[in-house]
C-alpha cells in the first residue's frame, strides 16, 4: 500500500519540514536552529512536529468527470458544483490538470465574449468561491501560479487524462499483446458516461475541447472493435448492437459503417449488410453530397459477388500520429504522388533523407496514418538503430523482427539472412502493405530487407541514399528545414496565442534562431509555454548570447543551435533533475528500462520513476512503453556532452554501476531459462543495491531478455569500449542460452566478438575459456565452420590451462558438432573421441554422457553402427541415472535410428515408442516431430504404409508450414501419394 503524506509524518524520528514542489509537497527532516534564532520565512515550506498517535490529515482521493454530466466525486460523496461559471473554470484547470492557464484563457472560457470589466478581479473572485464551495480538504487543490491557476491533482484523477494514458498505452501494447490492449481500450471507454463536458457551458470549451474528445472516444472505439474481430472471441451479435448505436449517432462517419459492414458480412448476414450499405450511401449522398469511401464500396462489391469471408488479420505496427505536426505540404504531395503511381503488385520505394532534427520519421508517420486505409495487408515498422548509440541493427536480426511481425515462429526464422528474405518475400506475397524502415544507416543497409512485390516501402535516413536511387529505383524525398511559414504555425500551435499574437517579431526570430528544425522548434516551444513568465524576447537574446554550435549537426544558417535550444531546458532543470538527465547520456542502449536507470542513477527504482516522468514531462525524454523510455539520439549526444564537461569523473562510476546490475540481472535470467548454474561473478563486479528481476520459470525469464535485449547488446559493446572487461565478457556468457534459444544470430555473434575482445584484455583463463566457448557456439550456428573451429580450440587452450577436464571436453564436443554439421565426419568422430576421453576424469558423469551421445550420433551417420549402439547406450545409462529425462529422449532416439540402420525394425520401434513417451511427458515438441519422423522411415521400410502415413501427418500437424521440416515431410506424404 502506498504511504500517504501523514504516515510519512508520523513515522518521522524528528521535526520535519514540508517544503513544497511541482505539484506536490515533499517532507524532508527539518533544519537544526540554535536557540532564539528565527526560522527562514518562505512561503512555500513549514515545520511539522508530530507525537506518538498524532496524524495530520492528507489530501483526499478525488475523481473529476468531464466525460459525461460535470461531476466532482469524493469516495463517500459528490461536490455539487452549481455555478455554471466554477464548472467551467474547474473544467479548464482540469483539461489537462497540472498545467498552468492562464488569467487571459480562462476569461474566454467562462464568460466567452461577454467579458467582465476587470478580467483578473472577476476570475480571482471566482477562483475564491470555488475554493469556498469545495471545501478546506479540496480547496487548495486550486493554486495560482505565476500569470494563470493550475489544478493540482494527478492525471489519473481526471477522467479525461486517465482516458488518455489508458488509450496510448493500449497503442503501445497492440502489436505484441493485443489481448492487453483490448483491455485497456475497454477500461478507458467505460470512463465514458455521455457527452463530453456536459452541464459545462463554455463555447470556449465546447469548441476546443469537446470535438477533440469525441474523436478520441470514437478512435478507441474503433481499435477496440478492430481487436474484438481479431481475438475473434466476442459474439458478432453484440457487435452488431454496439455499432448499430454508434452509426445512428454519428451518422456519416464512414469507418464506423466499415465496421458494421465487416461484422455483418463475417456473420453472414448479407441482406441486412446490403441495407446498412443503402443505408449509409444514401445519408452521405442527401447530407454531404459525397458518394461512400472506396473501402465501403468495396465491401459492397464482396457482397454482390458473394464472397462473405471476412479479411485476414493484419499487422498495424504504425507508432502513434505526431502531435503538432505542420507543413511539408511539398513533401507529403510528393508521397501521395509515388502512391497514386504504384499498381500495388509491384514494390514502390522512397527514401525521405534529411539531417537529424529535421522530422524524417514524423513525416513518414504522419503520411502512413493519413493513407493506412490504402494497404489492405497492413503496415509493418522497424527502427533500424543506423544512427545512435550501439551498432545498427543487423539483417539478419531486422529480419527476425519482421517474420515474428507477420506471425513466424522465433523457433521458425531462418538463421541465414538470404533464407529468411527469401521466406519474408513469399509471406508478403499478395499482400498489399506499407513497410515504414525508419533510421536506416545507409542503402546497403535497407537493400537485404526489401520485399520482392506488393509493398510500398519507406526508408528514412540521415544518408541521402542514392545507392538505393541507382541501383533500386527509390525516389527520393529530401527534408531540409520548414518553411518560415511552416516554422511559424509549429510554434504558434504549442505556444499560447495571445503571446504569440503579442510578439510576432520575437517569434519569427525564434524560429530563425531555431534554423527552423522541427525537433528544436518543438523543444522551443514547450519551454516558451511552460514558462508563461519569460518573454519571448528574453528567450531570443538568451539564444543569441549563449550559442555554442552543436558541431555534427551544425546548418549553414548561423543560426541553427540545437545545443543552446537544449541547455533552455537542462538550464531551467532543478539539480536532481539535471543530474539524472546528463548521466542518462551514458546509459548503454536506446531503450531505457527503470531498474537499469535506478542503478545508473544509484537511487531506488521508484525514485528513478519520478525522474524520468518528470524529464520526459518536459520533453527530455520519452516514455514509450509502461516503465520504459527513450532518449532521443541528439538529446543522448548533449547529455552526454553536458555530463563530461559538469561532472568529468561521473561518467565511468555510473556506466559501472549499470553494468554491475546488468550482469547480476543477466545471471538471473539465465538461471531462468533453466539451462544452466550462474556464472560465478569475478571481483570486478559490484554489489547493486537495485532489486534484480524476480523471475519464476522459463517464460519469465524469456519475457525478460526479450524487453532487455537491446540493451544488453548495447552493454556488452559498452563494456568492452570503456575497458570494463569483466563486465563485457560475464554478461555475453548469460546471454548466450538465450540468444541461441530465440535465433538472434546476428545479436549472438555481436556479443560472442565484444565478449572475447574482453576476455582477452584480461588474460584469464576462465574469462578466455567462457567467451570463446560463446562466440564459437554463434560461429557455428551461422555455419562460419573455419572461424567456429579456430574459435573453439581457444577455448580449448584456455581449458586445458586450467586443468578442468568438463572444459575441454564441453570445447572438443562442441568442435565435433560443428564438423558434423558441415559433413565431415572423419574430423567430427575424432573431436567427439576425444571429448569422451577427455571427460573421463570429470567429477560430473553427465559430461561424459554428453559427449558419448554426440560422438555415437555422428557414427550413425558414418556408418559405424556397432560403435554408435555402444557409445549411445552408455549415454543412456549416465542419463537414467541423473534423473535427466530430455537428455534421455535424445538417447533412445538415436538408438531407433541406429537399430533402423542396421534393419532391427521391430528394437528401433520399441526405442521410438520409449522416446515419444519421454518427449510428450516433457512436452519437446521438437524431439516429438523428429521420433515421429524417424517412426515413419521405420514402418515404411517395414512395408506398413499407412502406419507411416500416420505417423508423418502427425510429425507434421506439430508444425507451422514456415519450418523447414515441414517441408520435408510434405515430401514424404508426397511419395505415399497424400
Not at 522459463?698 to 570494463?724: N, P
Request: glycine share 8%.
Amino acid at each position: 500500500m502506498k504511504a500517504t503524506l501523514s504516515d510519512t509524518i508520523r513515522n518521522a524520528r524528528g521535526p520535519v519540514q514540508l517544503v513544497w514542489r511541482p505539484r506536490r509537497w515533499v517532507v524532508r527532516e527539518a533544519p537544526a536552529t540554535r536557540p532564539g534564532s528565527r526560522r527562514s520565512g518562505r512561503r512555500d515550506s513549514f515545520d511539522v512536529s508530530v507525537g506518538p498517535g498524532k496524524e495530520r490529515g492528507g489530501v483526499p482521493e478525488v475523481s473529476i468527470r468531464l466525460l459525461g454530466p460535470f461531476e466532482v466525486r469524493l469516495p463517500d460523496r459528490t461536490v455539487r458544483i452549481a455555478s455554471k461559471r466554477q464548472r467551467a473554470l474547474l473544467a479548464s484547470l482540469a483539461l489537462p490538470p497540472g498545467r498552468v492557464v492562464t488569467v487571459d484563457v480562462l476569461t474566454e472560457r467562462i464568460w466567452g465574449a461577454d467579458l467582465p470589466s476587470s478580467p483578473r478581479e472577476a476570475v480571482q473572485n471566482n477562483v475564491h468561491r470555488l475554493r469556498r464551495l469545495l471545501g478546506p480538504e479540496l480547496g487548495g487543490l486550486v493554486r495560482n501560479v505565476a500569470d494563470g491557476y493550475l489544478l493540482d491533482v494527478g492525471q489519473d484523477q481526471v477522467d479525461a487524462s486517465r482516458f488518455d494514458r489508458l488509450v496510448r498505452a493500449a497503442e503501445q501494447a497492440t502489436d505484441g499483446e493485443p489481448a492487453r490492449a483490448r483491455e485497456l481500450l475497454r477500461a478507458a471507454l467505460e470512463l465514458w458516461r455521455g457527452e463530453p463536458l456536459g452541464d459545462v457551458a463554455s463555447d470556449s470549451l465546447q469548441r476546443d475541447h469537446a470535438p477533440a474528445l469525441t474523436e478520441r472516444y470514437l478512435a478507441a472505439v474503433e481499435r477496440r472493435v478492430d481487436l474484438d474481430l481479431a481475438l475473434g472471441d466476442r459474439a458478432p451479435s453484440t457487435l452488431i448492437a454496439e455499432l448499430r448505436v454508434l452509426t445512428a449517432r454519428f451518422p456519416v462517419r464512414e469507418s464506423l459503417w466499415e465496421r458494421l459492414l465487416t461484422v455483418l458480412i463475417a456473420d453472414r448476414r448479407q441482406a441486412e449488410a446490403l441495407e446498412a450499405y443503402e443505408s449509409v450511401r444514401n445519408t452521405l449522398a442527401h447530407t454531404l453530397g459525397a458518394d461512400p469511401s472506396a473501402r465501403l464500396q468495396s465491401l459492397h462489391r464482396r457482397l454482390l459477388t458473394g464472397d462473405p469471408e471476412p479479411e485476414r488479420v493484419t499487422p498495424r505496427q504504425l507508432p502513434p500520429a505526431p502531435a503538432g505536426f505542420a507543413g511539408r505540404t511539398a513533401e507529403l504531395a510528393a508521397l501521395d504522388e509515388q502512391l497514386d503511381r504504384w499498381s500495388g503488385s509491384g514494390l514502390a520505394l522512397v527514401a525521405v533523407h534529411g539531417v537529424g532534427g529535421a522530422g524524417k520519421t514524423a513525416l513518414a508517420v504522419h503520411w502512413a496514418r493519413l493513407r493506412q486505409d490504402r494497404f489492405s495487408g497492413g503496415q509493418l515498422y522497424l527502427d533500424l538503430h543506423g544512427y545512435g548509440p550501439g551498432r545498427p541493427a543487423t539483417a539478419e536480426a531486422a529480419l527476425g523482427r519482421l517474420l515474428r511481425s507477420i506471425g513466424t515462429p522465433p523457433d521458425r526464422v531462418p538463421n541465414d539472412a538470404g533464407e529468411a528474405v527469401a521466406l519474408l518475400r513469399t509471406l508478403l506475397a499478395g499482400r498489399r502493405m506499407l513497410l515504414l524502415l525508419d533510421n536506416a544507416h545507409d542503402a546497403e543497409h535497407v537493400r537485404p530487407l526489401l520485399p520482392g512485390s506488393h509493398c510500398f516501402v519507406i526508408v528514412t535516413s540521415r544518408s541521402d541514399l542514392r545507392g538505393l536511387a541507382a541501383r533500386d529505383g527509390a525516389h527520393r524525398v529530401a527534408l531540409r528545414e520548414l518553411a518560415a511559414a511552416d516554422a511559424l504555425a509549429l510554434l504558434t500551435a504549442a505556444i499560447p496565442r495571445h503571446r504569440a499574437e503579442a510578439e510576432p517579431d520575437a517569434l519569427a526570430e525564434l524560429a530563425r534562431l531555431c534554423g527552423r528544425l522541427p525537433l528544436a522548434l518543438r523543444i522551443a516551444a514547450e519551454l516558451g509555454s511552460q514558462h508563461p513568465d519569460r518573454s519571448l524576447a528574453h528567450l531570443v537574446d538568451d539564444l543569441r548570447q549563449r550559442r555554442s554550435p552543436l558541431d555534427a549537426l551544425a546548418d549553414s544558417d548561423p543560426g541553427t543551435d540545437l545545443r543552446t535550444v537544449f541547455s533552455w531546458s537542462y538550464d531551467l532543470l532543478p539539480p536532481d533533475l539535471a543530474h539524472a538527465f546528463s548521466h542518462l547520456g551514458c546509459y548503454p542502449g536506446s531503450d531505457i528500462g527503470l531498474p537499469g536507470a535506478a542503478a545508473l542513477l544509484d537511487v531506488a527504482p521508484a525514485a528513478a520513476r519520478a525522474l524520468l516522468d518528470r524529464l520526459a514531462a518536459v520533453h527530455l525524454l520519452e516514455a514509450h512503453r509502461p516503465g520504459r523510455y527513450r532518449l532521443h539520439d541528439l538529446l543522448r549526444e548533449y547529455a552526454a556532452e553536458r555530463l563530461a564537461a559538469d561532472r568529468p569523473e561521473a561518467g565511468a562510476a555510473a556506466l559501472r554501476r549499470v553494468l554491475d546490475w546488468y550482469v547480476r540481472a543477466a545471471n538471473e535470467g539465465r538461471v531462468a531459462l533453466g539451462f544452466s548454474r550462474p556464472v560465478p561473478l569475478s571481483r570486478g563486479i559490484g554489489a547493486t543495491a537495485v532489486p534484480l528481476p524476480a523471475l519464476s520459470g522459463s517464460g519469465a525469464g524469456l519475457e525478460w531478455f526479450e524487453a532487455e535485449r537491446g540493451t544488453l547488446v548495447a552493454a556488452v559493446v559498452a563494456a568492452a569500449d570503456h575497458d570494463l572487461p569483466d563486465h563485457g565478457w560475464q554478461l555475453a556468457v548469460a546471454m548466450r542460452d538465450f540468444l541461441d534459444r530465440s535465433r538472434y544470430l546476428g545479436d549472438w555473434l555481436a556479443v560472442g566478438r565484444s565478449g572475447l575482445e574482453c576476455a582477452r584484455r584480461l588474460g584469464d583463463p576462465l574469462a578466455g575459456y567462457q567467451a570463446a566457448f560463446v562466440l564459437g557456439g554463434a560461429y557455428s550456428r551461422a555455419g562460419a565452420h573455419d572461424d567456429a573451429d579456430a574459435t573453439l580450440r581457444d577455448a580449448l587452450r584456455h581449458a586445458e590451462r586450467l586443468g578442468d577436464p568438463a572444459k575441454m571436453s564441453r570445447a572438443l564436443s562442441v568442435l565435433g558438432v560443428v564438423w558434423q554439421r558441415a559433413g565431415d565426419y572423419d574430423r567430427a568422430l575424432a573431436c567427439h573421441r576425444q571429448a569422451e576421453i577427455a571427460a573421463r576424469p570429470a567429477a560430473n558423469t553427465v559430461v561424459r554422457a554428453h559427449a558419448l551421445l554426440n560422438y555415437g550420433a555422428v557414427e550413425i551417420l558414418a556408418g559405424s553402427y556397432a560403435d554408435a549402439l555402444e557409445h549411445t547406450r552408455e549415454a543412456l545409462e549416465i542419463y537414467q541415472e541423473q534423473g535427466l529425462e530430455l537428455q534421455e529422449s535424445c538417447a533412445l532416439a538415436n538408438l531407433a535410428a541406429a537399430h533402423q540402420r542396421t534393419a532391427e525394425y521391430s528394437t528401433a520401434l520399441d526405442y521410438c515408442r520409449m522416446a515419444l513417451e519421454i518427449t510428450l511427458r516433457v512436452a519437446d515438441v521438437s524431439g516429438q516431430v523428429e521420433v515421429l519422423t524417424t517412426r515413419g522411415e521405420i514402418q515404411l521400410a517395414m512395408g506398413r504404409r499407412d502406419a507411416a502415413r500416420d505417423s508423418w501427418e502427425k510429425a507434421r500437424g506439430l508444425l507451422r508450414p514456415t519450418d523447414p521440416s515441414y517441408a520435408r515431410l510434405d515430401l514424404l506424404l508426397k511419395g505415399l501419394g497424400c
